[in-house]
């Protein structure tokens, strides 16, 4: 039997193009999430329910969420995803200050803005994953269960937003928790589902 090859690295252009990419498409699923009044989970849920009560920009709010959680990354998983993960929450906290600037977006009904921000965000969080980013915040803790266990990171998330949306029942109109918590399902379950590092063999 012979050995498999060597999985091919990505290169830093690779990483850059696919971290600007996974952003954009994250940014695009936060502009039609909050556009229809809907949450999200992970640390980016409690950045958009933190500047619904308080009116902050959320941009501003989820970088500042996301400061403990670098630590974290940096002792457990290194300075390049460290770096990596600084870099695309920044970037993710322009991109929703930008967006609305030049996309004015038109009606849409709050479970279609569910779906679609949810396949939008889930693909944008594969593709960051895939070049060893992340979003921060509870995405990190997901990836280091998953590497320290084999638990996924799809499901921890989604632990994770069973009680965030929980919380969110006492704050937000049902209907709108319900139709937040179809995103973020659709959100975790891509991520469990094709975020398969045993498939998967670039690095």
Known sequence: ???????????????????????????????????????????????????????????????????????????????????????????LSVVTELLPMGWQMGTITPWLGAVVAGCVTGVGLIVMFRHNGSLGGFGVLGLIIQDATGFRAGYFQLIVDAILFSAAFFILPF?????????????????????????YVAR
């Not at 319900?178 to 045993?198: E, F, K, T």
């Open 1 to 91: 039997m012979t050995d498999s090859p060597t999985p091919p690295k990505h290169s830093r252009i690779d990483d850059a193009q696919g971290l600007a990419l996974g952003v954009f498409l994250c940014g695009i699923g936060l502009h039609v999430l909050t556009h229809v009044g809907l949450i999200t989970g992970q640390t980016a849920g409690l950045a958009v329910i933190i500047s619904y009560l308080t009116g902050w920009s959320f941009g501003a709010v989820f970088f500042v969420v996301n400061i403990p959680f670098y630590i974290l990354a940096y002792l457990r998983l290194g300075v390049a995803f460290t770096i990596k993960s600084l870099v695309s929450v920044t970037l």
């Open 175 to 199: 209907h709108l928790v319900i139709w937040s918590l179809l995103g973020a399902v659709i959100i975790n379950l891509s991520i469990a589902v094709n975020h398969r590092p045993d498939r």
